[in-house]
């Protein structure tokens, strides 16, 4: 396998076998129509080597080796090849690191990769801290419709003036991301 981007890949050899056991992906692959040359490197261009690494170490020795730097990467490598348990002991990893600075940036992530239970364990950490997790790092870069989910809740623990703040604050950071000048109408969209 050759993974990452290019420039910045690293090639991985791997056994087409433990492939298929560990992967339901990559037995259709392998087993299926889908021919590969054994000296033609597959590309995983959007796969992260050290998240890949991590994967290859599960299907070889059920070992779960992810930190705070890999662990989504790792989840997004194990949902896009089926691996089921990785994903769960990735989960049960992030659910274990949850934190009013991180509840806001893991509730976007858990949207993003439809991890329900997460989701619903980062908003009651929001619910109970919700002016340091609105004030944390990377409040202002999440999407809308994290946004939205925050916002529809009856059980934040913050003055509402002090809401308000924080979410003009996550308009601004939108119209720059978007290029619009910042006005009432701009910021009210």
């Known amino acids: 396998f050759n993974v990452g981007t290019i420039g ?3 090639i991985f050899p791997a056994h087409k076998f433990v ?10 692959m392998f087993n299926g129509n889908f021919t590969t ?9 959007d796969c992260e080597p050290c998240a890949f690494s991590a994967f290859l170490t599960f299907l ?8 705070a730097n ?7 490598v194990a949902k896009k090849y089926g691996v089921m348990e990785l994903e769960k002991q990735c989960v ?7 934190s009013p600075e991180n509840s806001i940036l893991l509730l976007s992530q858990a949207r993003l990769f439809d991890e329900a239970e997460l989701a619903q364990t980062c908003l009651k950490c929001i619910d109970k801290s919700t002016t340091e997790s609105l004030n944390s790092e990377g409040f202002t870069e999440i999407d809308k419709g994290t946004l939205c989910a925050i916002l529809q809740r009856d059980s934040l623990t913050i003055k509402e003036v002090t809401l308000w703040k924080c979410v003009l604050s996550w308009a601004e950071a939108e119209c720059q991301r978007r290029n619009l000048e910042i006005t009432p109408n701009s910021l009210r969209s």
């Open 19 to 28: 492939l298929s056991i560990g992967s339901p992906v990559f037995d259709a």
């Open 8 to 10: 910045r890949s690293v």
């Open 70 to 76: 890999s662990v989504m990467s790792t989840l997004y």
């Open 37 to 45: 040359s054994d000296n033609e490197p597959i590309d995983l261009p």
């Open 92 to 98: 049960d990893f992030l659910r274990r690191a949850i």
């Open 60 to 67: 070889n020795t059920d070992q779960v080796i992810v930190d």
